[in-house]
């Protein structure tokens, strides 16, 4: 069977959308669309280096506003200028600010949005044209913890209109992350990549894994989701802190059996 790539939208102080190609494997998970220079979403696509692909991101919804998405240089929704990204997203599928919800009734009105606009309802504005995104990845590090287990239920509400509906998560590495967390409780995630990076409570530092392997225990034994992903900087520079070069984190693996759930 032929390696597919998972699409859907994600939230963070926006939103964002998630590609996931071949998942049924564990891979490297990045975020597209706030680079012009990083090449087209095809092209990243291609080089079949990733196992998730993060659209980002939405950069203003809830509280009655439309919400608005930010692809940086690539495309400006606001004129239909992304529509030529429907290929590039259905290639992926067939290959292998200020933001806040204010209430229940907030949540669901921004799921019928997303529905509507980026899954598989209808809208004459679907900044994708026809393209369906596989579903939602909750990149959340401002406003409340409120309501985010609401805009979960909604969105796997869906998962019975005859697609699979995804939900994923970035949580900060601090547990339980303050303003996701609590949306863990539903049991609703399927993968959830946590960042442990930035956060010197539970990342690595010069040589001392202790932090990070308690914080990674955590996550794995508390968190009732699919797979839980080690969210790692690439290079020293991607990241404020938390670099792990390769091998310290090769002895997380082998020698500390840090991630056993992971393939090596």
């Known amino acids: 069977m032929a390696s597919q790539s998972v699409i859907s939208v994600a939230f963070l102080c926006s939103v964002l959308a998630v590609l996931m ?23 990243t696509c291609a080089t079949r280096n990733y196992n998730f692909v993060n659209l980002a991101f939405f950069s203003t919804f809830g509280n009655g506003r439309a919400p608005i998405i930010n692809l940086a240089g690539h495309c400006d929704p606001s004129v239909s200028g992304c529509t030529g990204l429907s290929s590039d997203i259905k290639f992926c599928q067939h290959k292998e600010s200020s933001y806040y919800l204010s209430s229940t009734d907030d949540a669901n009105q921004v799921v019928t949005y997303l529905w509507n606009n980026f899954l598989g309802g209808n809208s004459s504005s679907r900044p994708f044209g026809d393209a369906i995104l596989d579903g939602i990845d909750f990149y959340i590090v401002a406003g409340t913890g409120q309501y985010w287990d609401d805009l979960a239920r909604y969105l796997s509400g869906y998962s019975n209109q005859g697609k699979k509906m995804y939900l994923t998560a970035a949580p900060q590495c601090p547990f339980h992350d303050e303003w996701v967390g609590g949306a863990f409780n539903t049991g609703l995630f399927n993968y959830v990549w946590v960042q442990f990076f930035n956060n010197p409570p539970c990342q690595y530092s010069s040589g001392d894994i202790s932090d990070l392997e308690d914080a990674w225990k955590q996550w794995t034994s508390d968190i009732p989701a699919i797979k839980i992903f080690l969210g790692l900087p690439a290079a020293p520079d991607a990241a404020g802190s938390g670099f792990v070069p390769v091998g310290d984190l090769l002895k997380c693996f082998r020698q500390l059996r840090v991630l056993p759930s992971m393939e090596v």
């Not at 564990?26 to 220079?37: K, L, R, S, T």
């Open 21 to 43: 190609v071949g998942h049924n494997a564990g891979g490297i998970a990045i975020y597209w669309g706030q680079n012009g220079n990083e090449g087209t979403l095809k092209e």
